[in-house]
């Protein structure tokens, strides 16, 4: 069955960077691209992101232009979200997410990481 | 980028209830808009894609329509485990872009 498995809970202080993973199982990697979404408490959801991880394309949200970096590594199923700058606002749960077609859309989300910043 | 507008942002029905939740794009976005419900301290699940196509396993109290610039999500016989917040997505293009969220509760 597919499976995205995020890695854990994140503490940062502001200025700092975050990178998160999202491993990928029951389907191969490079076949769908991952998009990633954020949420604060309480609050809606954001999209941030896309990557494909068979040619490496990515597209960022104006929000995150110049402070996030999506990568992969096609070899252990996994993509990467790095995210500099960190200030408190940016304390949420971060999610990655298959996006299988435009026709398609989201359909399997990772079990959600949550980072915190806090001096 | 696309906007995407979602009312009510949060309403109360009875079990049993016809609901009703709308989507408004700030431009066409032809069929390409999803509906996802979230529980609390749960990840989205995805109910509709492409307007009206049910996810498997989803009930079929719930349903999708619309197209161009206005969508619907329906619960025909709104059920206690239906309490959630539920969001839209377009999906016709990157950046995809969700709704605000509706919020629906029991009376």
């Known amino acids: 069955q597919v499976q995205l498995v995020q890695s854990g809970a994140e503490v940062k202080k502001p200025g700092a960077s975050v990178k998160v993973s999202c491993k990928a199982s029951g389907y191969t990697l490079t076949s769908y691209d991952i998009n990633w979404v954020r949420q604060a408490t309480g609050q809606g959801l954001e999209w941030m992101g896309w990557?494909?991880?068979?040619?490496?394309?990515?597209g960022y949200a104006q929000k995150f232009q110049g402070r996030i970096t999506m990568t992969g590594n096609a070899s252990i199923s996994t993509v990467y979200m790095e995210l500099s700058g960190l200030t408190s606002e940016d304390t949420a749960v971060y999610y990655c997410a298959r996006r299988t077609s435009r026709v398609t859309s989201i359909d399997y989300w990772g079990q959600g990481t949550l980072v915190s910043v806090s001096s | 980028d696309i906007q995407m507008t979602q009312s009510p942002s949060a309403m109360s029905a009875s079990v049993g209830d016809r609901v009703t939740i709308t989507c408004r794009a700030s431009?066409?976005?032809?069929?390409?808009l999803a509906w996802f419900q979230q529980k609390p301290g749960q990840v989205p699940k995805r109910l509709i894609y492409a307007s009206s196509n049910l996810q498997s396993g989803v009930p079929s109290r719930f349903s999708g329509s619309g197209s161009g610039t206005e969508f619907t999500l329906t619960i025909s016989n709104l059920q206690p485990e239906d309490i959630a917040t539920y969001y839209c997505?377009?999906?016709?293009?990157?950046?995809?872009?969700f709704g605000g969220g509706t919020k629906v509760e029991i009376k």
């Open positions: 990557m494909n991880p068979n040619s490496g394309n990515t």
């Open positions: 431009q066409g976005i032809t069929s390409y």
């Open positions: 997505l377009q999906h016709n293009f990157y950046p995809l872009t």
